[in-house]
């Protein structure tokens, strides 16, 4: 039911404000039409950004201009209601909420203000703000007291605050007071709100009641819409009861009603729950035509599906991510007993469907799927001689692992359920990060993640593996994995890719490429940046790390308070004394230019990336990628360099013709224990249209940075070894070094991105 109760959770704001525009005739009414998707799949958009807007996001463009143009008080109010509004269905509260204010606060009737503190009540509902939120929906009510449906809907939004085991006594009384309101669609609405609380209170049967009433207004008011939800919504208590038939019945009638009105973002649950049910019952073909459907419409919707977090999840993960897993599985499986001739068109359409799950992801950790957009190619081209693309797809209950090489597809099983495999990988990664003995352990995963690949490996004569992780695994570092005779980087480079569709294709070869010239920063000594840090961030950046050897970014967890004294600690704790010699080490292999501390400004960057191109960027100072863009960022000596920042200050100053070949990120780290973390690199080469990142997973020792930064430089400026093949050398050398064999001081350099 959690779709259904994403929806109710803003319908009853949203069916006041309809009711008022009909009642009150606002100018906006055709936009205000556009906030429910009527219009399905995304029309046309601009060429910068082909596809990159679905009509929610067109909607907003048109509440943009409306706004702007709005004159008088009246008018600005109601075109801020609406444009606020739509902002909260796009989850941007910090747009949505000045709006929102605006409105209700404005020279609107009582019942449209009304409308607006409903929606400010949602808002500030989902940041957390309890106690806010429940002002602000009783405040709604108290303008228009007289008013039922208002009551109501106030009523209920404010149970949603009480604990789910509590509401069933007034959800109870609620139902009928709902029936008893004049208008149809108004009754459907309020009977499916009432239907997502009781299902999340466990109460089946009044939600079946519920669920029943909001079906049959919803047909009495031939709103489509809403009649899909009702079905749908039965169509999960079936299911739950383990009636998958009666379950598939109940959502066929959905996506009838669905496809009248286009809903695709009804269509892409409907159909998927559809495929999952027809596989229930024993169906696979029936499945996966079900699946197809879903991720077209996702396809045509993603990007007015809005980015949700709750406990660290994305509401990628529970909405759309099962959408492409599903139909993934299903072609898997299709493959088994598919003739020899059809076999490699299915694992090619797997793999297709394992890169549109990586695309949306990406789009989904930064915000932006114009970049991804912009970045994806065609993956006809085979990989080239000696280089395998390396699939590990994480199912519910099994693994399976794909492998693409110039012969074409390979697939290996193996019975391992998911859940299993992410709590060895987590606790391997654990270890290899505090540096404690891993060898079993590290076999252990070889065996599952390597080994069924091994023969095809040798066959093909691999000496590059190109890994395209899935959740998880984005934490672990391949090459740290130990056959018994030898760790894996002693056998293949690897290189790290965020989609085989998201990588630059190979320009020019090593022998025609541009002189090395760097832009070379570094900040061992942060200025007034500190300034800029939150709590939360320095809390992020001071993160203890397990390197014994005094790594970089160490420092106390303690509150930071901004007084003299602490503020003079807190430098010192940032402080990366390493960096200075590294710099100077890089400055002699390659020419260019070297920013350092108080040289290191935000302006310094921009004015050297307006006036020079060079191929290599490498920056030397503290950053953290975090769960999504927003909490992933890089320090210059006074200003914090977000994903965004990054992006603007390349796309604004950069000389045309002149691309970043590689952005490296010598002192930035993920976030320890969020496979969600390391798409903050692979997001960091994308925005700066950068060909290669190369960072590390945890922050190491200046001894270990120095070396491998240096060595890697030094055979890529020989211009004999592919990117990757430079790093592994250089990786190879501090393995050998005494004292840095275990895998915790060369396993975290990552290259991401194209590796030729």
């Known amino acids: 039911m959690e779709t259904c109760r994403t929806v109710a959770s803003t319908s009853c704001c949203a069916g006041a404000r309809r009711s008022d525009a009909r009642r009150e005739r606002w100018p906006l009414r055709a936009a205000l039409a556009l906030l429910c998707l009527a219009a399905g799949a995304a029309q046309a958009a601009d060429a910068a950004c082909p596809a990159g807007r679905g009509p929610l996001r067109l909607a907003v463009e048109d509440l943009q201009a409306a706004h702007a143009r709005a004159s008088g008080d009246l008018e600005r109010a109601r075109s801020a209601a609406a444009l606020g509004a739509a902002w909260l269905k796009l989850n941007r509260p910090d747009e949505a909420e000045p709006l929102l204010r605006l409105a209700a606060a404005g020279a609107l009737p009582a019942r449209a203000r009304a409308a607006a503190l409903m929606d400010l009540g949602n808002l500030q509902l989902a940041r957390g703000q309890r106690a806010d939120a429940a002002g602000s929906w009783s405040a709604a009510a108290a303008l228009a007291p007289d008013d039922a449906e208002l009551a109501l809907s106030a009523e209920l939004n404010r149970l949603r605050l009480s604990p789910a085991a509590e509401r069933l006594p007034a959800l109870q009384a609620a139902l009928p007071r709902a029936a008893t309101l004049p208008e149809a669609t108004v009754r459907a609405r309020l009977a499916l709100h009432i239907a997502a609380q009781a299902t999340e209170a466990s ?10 009433s909001g079906r049959t207004q919803a047909l009495a008011a031939r709103d489509h819409r809403l009649a899909a939800e009702a079905f749908e919504g039965l169509a999960a208590l079936y299911e739950g009861q383990q009636r998958p038939e009666e379950a598939l019945r109940l959502v066929e009638q959905g996506i ?3 496809r009248r009105v286009d809903a695709r973002e009804r269509l892409m649950t409907l159909e998927g729950r559809a495929g999952r049910l027809a596989l229930a019952t024993g169906q696979p073909e029936r499945a996966l035509a079900a699946y197809r ?9 993603r990007s007015d599906i809005p980015v949700q977090y709750q406990d660290g999840r994305s509401s990628f993960r529970d909405t759309l991510e099962p959408l492409y897993l599903g139909l993934t599985d299903l072609l898997l499986r299709s493959a088994d007993t598919a003739p020899p001739a059809e076999r490699q068109a299915l694992l090619r359409q797997a793999r297709d469907a394992v890169e549109l799950i990586k695309q949306t992801e990406l789009a989904d950790f930064l915000r932006d799927r114009c970049s991804v957009d912009a970045a994806r190619r065609d993956l006809a081209a085979a990989p080239p001689a000696g280089t395998a693309i390396y699939y590990p797809i994480i199912l519910p209950d099994r693994l399976e692992l794909l492998l693409e090489t110039a012969a074409g597809l390979e697939r290996r099983t193996v019975a391992l359920p998911g859940e299993r495999l992410r709590d060895e990988v987590q606790a391997y990664v654990a270890a290899l990060r505090n540096g404690q003995p891993l060898r079993a352990r590290s076999e252990a995963l070889y065996r599952t993640l390597i080994a069924p690949l091994d023969a095809q490996l040798a066959a093909q004569g691999i000496h590059t593996l190109v890994a395209v992780p899935d959740g998880v695994l984005r934490l672990l570092p391949l090459a740290s994995l130990h056959d018994g005779r030898g760790w894996l980087l002693q056998r293949l480079a690897v290189a790290t890719v965020p989609g085989l569709s998201l990588t630059a294709a190979q320009g020019t070869q090593r022998g025609e490429r541009r002189p090395l010239q760097a832009l070379l920063a570094g900040l061992s000594e942060p200025g007034p940046v500190i300034d800029r840090l939150s709590q939360a961030v320095v809390d992020a950046v001071l993160e203890p790390a397990a390197d014994p050897q005094q790594p970089r970014g160490s420092g106390s967890r303690g509150p930071v308070t901004r007084d003299a004294a602490s503020t003079r600690a807190l430098r010192e704790a940032l402080a990366l004394p390493g960096v200075k010699e590294e710099v100077e080490i890089l400055s002699g292999l390659l020419p260019g230019t070297v920013l350092l501390d108080g040289s290191f400004t935000l302006a310094a960057l921009k004015a050297q990336m307006r006036t020079r191109s060079h191929p290599i960027v490498h920056i030397a100072s503290h950053g953290v ?25 390349l796309r604004d100053g950069r000389p045309r013709g002149a691309p970043i070949e590689l952005l490296t990120l010598s002192a930035c780290q993920t976030a320890e224990g969020d496979d969600r973390a390391p798409l903050g690199m692979s997001g960091s080469a994308l925005k700066a249209r950068a060909r290669s990142a190369l960072g590390t997973l945890w922050p190491v020792s200046d001894a270990s940075a120095q070396r491998v930064m240096g060595g890697f430089y030094r055979r890529l400026a020989a211009g004999e070894l592919s990117r990757v093949e430079a790093l ?9 070094q005494p004292q840095r064999g275990h895998p915790f001081h060369w396993a975290p350099f990552i290259l991401i991105g194209d590796w030729q």
């Open 293 to 301: 459907r879903a991720v077209e419409h996702v396809e045509a919707v």
């Open 625 to 649: 990628f975090g769960h999504d863009a927003d909490s992933t960022f890089i320090m210059t000596y006074d200003e914090l360099l977000t994903l965004d920042g990054l992006q603007a200050l």
């Open 728 to 736: 592994r050398q250089a990786q190879l050398e501090l393995m050998n």
């Open 256 to 258: 009838a009603h669905a």
């Open 203 to 212: 109460a089946t049967e009044l939600a079946w009641r519920a669920f029943e």
